[in-house]
Structures are given as C-alpha cells and as structure tokens.
C-alpha cells in the first residue's frame, strides 16, 4: 500500500461572525501521487477554501494537514513558502 503524498485529517475552517462560517467541517482525505482530482460542489461548499489550506495559503483552524510528511498545520512561514514555491500551483478564473 502507498503512502499518501497529501493527507488531511479532521481538517476544519471556520470565520468569526456572527453567526460564524464553517467552511470546512472535518474533512478527511488521502491523495496518492499521479491520483487525479476533481472537486465539484455548489457555490459555498468550500471547494475554494479546501484549495487555499491545500496550498498553504490558509491554515485551518482545526485537524492536521502533511504532505510528504511535512505537517503543514504546523508549518512556519518559511516552511510554507518552500512547500508554495515548489509544489503549489494555482490558475485563478
């Protein structure tokens, strides 16, 4: 069995407010290396703030997150530009 390249674990985001915003609510996910993925879902699902913990550019609030072994729930500013620089891209439209 492959370990898993990207791993999310009870991975949930939320914003203050009131009321406030659970954007992502426990999310658990492995990805293997050269899987293909598609994220599909309504407007508001948290198809978008998935992506931005993913890539490192939100954190979430709880759950943990690795790839390759790195926590990046953990991660300093450093570590994430790294991870950022060379394992992240984004097209936006």
């Given at each position: ?79 994430l530009t790294r991870y950022r620089r060379d394992h992240v891209g984004f097209v936006f439209q």
């Amino acid at each position: 069995m492959s370990r898993a390249l990207l791993q999310l674990q009870q991975v949930s985001k939320h914003y203050p407010g009131h009321p406030p915003v659970v954007a992502l609510d426990q999310v658990s996910l492995d990805l293997l290396g050269g899987e293909l993925v598609v994220l599909l879902g309504p407007s508001g699902s948290g198809k978008s703030t998935l992506l931005n913990v993913v890539g490192g550019l939100d954190r979430p609030t709880d759950g943990s997150l690795s790839f390759e072994g790195l926590r990046l729930d953990q991660a300093d500013d450093a570590q994430l530009t790294r991870y950022r620089r060379d394992h992240v891209g984004f097209v936006f439209q």
